[in-house]
């Protein structure tokens, strides 16, 4: 019996069915590039890049390198009052790489840490500027923020939320979710049709009066409820409202950022360009975990008054800035520029659409979404048994074609690395097929 197994049961998993699991445990030992190694051998290709994480392939030998040299120079510097060279220095390459005018980057560890801080910002932000009484912040049904209190509070997918409902922060608003399957079935890119449900925002800025609202936050495309782009318009409208009414607008980039959509931001690739960009994954290729938010020249300045002697931001964690951590993320800018990876992404972007749509007439299937390299295929629940269709096929991909493929309920997601292989996400996709032909 191998060590893992072992001590299986000790193990409580972050979202698995964990009794389900442990009776037929998938687990992973190994990596390298666009494949797992599992304990007996066998090899898998990952058609997730880790959990929309590692788009550059695994074990990257640049960033391997620069984490096992940063180990053994400075292994952790406290980032209060003190700091390192290498969080100064990877602030820098982010913000270079951000939207004009963004120019300050906060560090954090996680997704879910950065969500937390960008409210945090957006509220304090107001509060410094005399506009205390902006204390109300709107999320999207649907979207997904990470799963501290604040993320949770904001975000909209109900599973998440129903356990904790009593507790969740109070202040919170959503306006509606964009997905029509309806009117916008099987698009290719943007859904032409629901721009106008921006404005919900109007409605929730007569509802709470704007003047009480500090913050939207939305992703600009909606990605763990299932790969939801945004409707042609419909960012750029909800800019225009915020504008508008003295809004902040928040963009969680947590999966969008550093080339998932062939661009280094999101917002660069719909060219609208929010108050505050949330950031991590991608920022060290997911080999050290990492997070960052980062702002406007215009928030960050809203802080800076007062005694200069005294700190402006109550607010960070004992790992900020963490020196092995910004140490592999300025290897993983280096790679994303040394090896051209935003445009190699969006080279692929064709492609990948292709190869999606192509599930268009499968009997099982009733929509597929993609938007850059994140895509979906949603397949109808079975009578009585929602999610277990799509729990059947992620096994089956594992277990009979050596491949792992990512379901959230019946919906199928994918997340090809940014340097992907035409022929393997062919392959992936002829295995993919083979599994749907195989279940009912």
Not at 49 to 70: D, N
């Amino acid at each position: 019996m191998s060590v893992a197994a072992s001590n299986i049961d000790a193990y409580w998993m972050p979202f698995t069915a964990n009794r389900d699991f442990k009776a037929n445990p998938r687990v992973i030992s190994g990596a390298s590039g666009h494949h797992y190694t599992t304990e007996n051998g066998t090899k898998l290709y990952d058609m997730f890049s880790g959990l929309w994480t590692s788009g550059l392939g695994h074990c990257h030998p640049k960033i391997v390198a620069a984490v096992q040299k940063q180990v053994a120079e400075l292994d952790y510097c406290m980032t209060f009052q003190v700091t390192n060279n290498k969080a100064i220095e990877l602030a820098g390459r982010v913000t270079e790489m951000a939207p004009e005018g963004i120019n300050h980057c906060f560090f954090t560890n996680s997704g879910s840490e950065s969500v937390d801080t960008a409210l945090k910002i957006a509220l304090a932000c107001h509060r410094a500027r005399g506009e205390g009484n902006r204390t109300r912040l709107i999320g999207r049904e649907r979207g997904y923020h990470g799963v501290n209190f604040g993320g949770m509070s904001v975000g909209g997918i109900a599973p998440n939320r129903k356990a904790f409902s009593a507790n969740l922060i109070p202040g919170v608003d959503h306006i509606r979710q964009t997905h029509d399957i309806e009117r916008n079935a099987f698009s290719r890119g943007l859904p032409k049709h629901g721009a106008e449900l921006a404005e919900d925002l109007v409605r929730l800025c007569g509802l709470h009066d704007s003047s009480n609202i500090a913050a939207v936050i939305v992703e600009p495309v909606a990605g763990s409820t299932g790969v939801l782009p945004p409707p042609v318009g419909y960012l750029e409208r909800l800019r225009e409202i915020c504008d508008q009414h003295g809004i902040l607008l928040i963009f969680d980039e947590v999966i969008t950022a550093f080339g998932r959509l062939g661009r280094p931001f999101g917002a660069h690739r719909f060219g609208v360009t929010p108050d505050i960009i949330i950031t991590a994954k991608g920022l060290t290729n997911g080999v050290i975990p990492m997070g960052a938010v980062l702002v406007r020249d215009s928030v960050y300045d809203a802080f800076m008054h007062g005694p200069e002697n005294m700190i402006e931001l109550f607010h960070g964690y004992t790992y900020s800035g963490h020196p092995v951590a910004a140490a592999a993320g300025i290897a993983t800018m280096d790679v994303y520029e040394e090896e051209g990876t935003f445009e190699q992404a969006a080279s692929l972007e064709q492609g990948f659409e292709d190869l999606l749509h192509s599930f268009a007439d499968h009997k099982h299937v009733i929509d597929v979404r993609n938007y850059g390299l994140m895509g979906a295929i949603e397949m109808a629940p079975r009578d009585g048994a929602p999610g277990a269709r799509g729990t059947e096929t992620h096994k089956k991909c594992f277990w009979d074609e050596n491949l792992v493929v990512r379901n959230g309920m019946d919906t199928l997601q994918f997340s090809p690395f940014l340097n992907s292989k035409p022929d393997e996400m062919e392959q992936s996709f002829a295995a993919i097929r083979r599994v749907l032909d195989s279940i009912e």
